[in-house]
């Protein structure tokens, strides 16, 4: 898959600007606070409707404008497909795929894949269960809509339990908890399932390209911590009779203990665990690993790699390591961040640079 074109307006610091990219590896360069991640984030948020670096889309928008709009046109196997999210500063989203306005957000997930790294993803690696929960959910969105709709029912049932559980009234909590138990674990099961299932395809995949990049110096495990196994429905009724023997717990805290909202993923570095015992430069190399792995699972899943984004990586790794990552993306579309082309790291390798400066594309 590939991204051809991208019109920006109002987004971040563009007023309005047009970008045309190769199938290959593109470079946005540029000295500091120019808009070269804009770029990247744009890509990404055309994909998923989710910015890596906002948590609202107001913040998206260009100051004192009112609206702002994205546009993008893709090709991959199965033919074209144009995207448009417009958004204004009351956090009103519309979504438009090949012309036709659609309701649900969860119809934008699937027209353009994409995988987006930068520095900020070392969280996956330092940082809470959330944020390994978050790439999970990310991705498995992007493969598959029924997980997607699977987590957003599970996630409004566990509000739903969690404000039951916080009542003064200990007896309607125990009529009627087992309602909600039945549809949650139901759900539970379809998220467990298929996080199950991605990350024994994307374990071993990650651990041979962080050999990869580390020269063979380091061996990488992971390890997901959900303990749950099984089909569907083995989880589900596993789960249910662990919320049973949790009860009491759950209304002593007045939240729901246990589910795949507890979920985590551990990364072992030479046997040893790599949040505590890994240096920054070993965990950036885990974190990338994980999403060069990633790009492998969309390639089995849909016959084609995603558009990869790279955000200021490169200055994040020495050369030997800048060469091998270079060479290993050249076979899908990559684009590339960086405030500076080394060519001797990209010689060798046909590119197409993009120059920002300021909120512009220099032509």
């Known amino acids: 898959m590939k991204i051809n074109s991208l019109y920006l307006k109002n987004f971040r610091n563009y007023l309005e600007e047009t970008v045309e990219f190769n199938g290959g590896i593109n470079i946005l360069t540029g000295a500091n606070a120019q808009g070269k991640t ?46 448009k999210i417009g958004f204004n500063t009351k956090d009103k989203k519309t979504v438009y795929i090949n012309g036709v306005q659609t309701l649900k957000i969860g119809e934008l997930l699937g027209n353009i894949h994409s995988v987006f790294f930068n520095p900020g993803e070392l969280k996956l690696v330092q940082e809470s269960p959330e944020d390994r929960r978050r790439f999970l959910n990310v991705s498995l969105s992007q493969m598959s809509k029924s997980y997607f709709y699977a987590l957003a029912r599970y996630n409004k049932i566990l509000a739903q ?62 390890k997901t911590e959900s303990g749950y196994y099984g089909t569907e429905e083995e989880i589900a009724f596993a789960l249910y009779e662990d919320l049973k023997v949790a009860l009491e717990k759950d209304m002593r805290l007045g939240f729901t203990t246990i589910g795949p909202h507890r979920d985590d993923i551990k990364f072992l570095l030479n ?27 969309f390639k089995e899943r849909f016959g084609e790699y995603p558009i990869l984004i790279l955000d200021d990586v490169l200055s994040e790794l020495d050369k030997k390591r800048q060469k091998k990552l270079i060479n290993r993306v050249s076979n899908m579309q990559t ?7 080394d060519r001797t790291v990209f010689k060798g390798v046909d590119y197409t640079k993009i120059t920002v400066e300021n909120g512009r594309i220099k032509r």
Request: glycine share 8%; net charge neutral; hydrophobic share 35%.
């Open 161 to 222: 339990r969690n404000n039951l559980l916080k009542d003064p009234e200990k007896y309607i909590i125990r009529e009627t908890l087992p309602i909600w138990d039945r549809q949650l674990t139901t759900e539970a099961g379809k998220i467990i399932k298929a996080r199950n299932d991605f990350l024994e395809k994307i374990a071993p995949i990650a651990e041979t390209e962080h050999a990869l990049l580390s020269g063979g110096k380091e061996s990488l495990t992971m």
């Open 335 to 341: 684009i590339f961040t960086t405030t500076n082309i």
């Open 38 to 83: 804009n770029i990247a984030e744009a890509v990404f948020f055309l994909c998923t409707g989710y910015s890596p670096r906002a948590n609202k889309d107001k913040l998206l928008i260009r100051n004192g404008e009112e609206r702002a709009e994205i546009k993008g046109n893709a090709t991959s196997i199965y033919g074209d497909v144009s995207v």
């Open 271 to 297: 046997g040893l665990d790599a949040k505590v015992y890994g240096s920054q430069g070993q965990q950036r190399t885990i974190a990338l690993s994980l999403k060069i792995a990633e790009t492998e699972t």
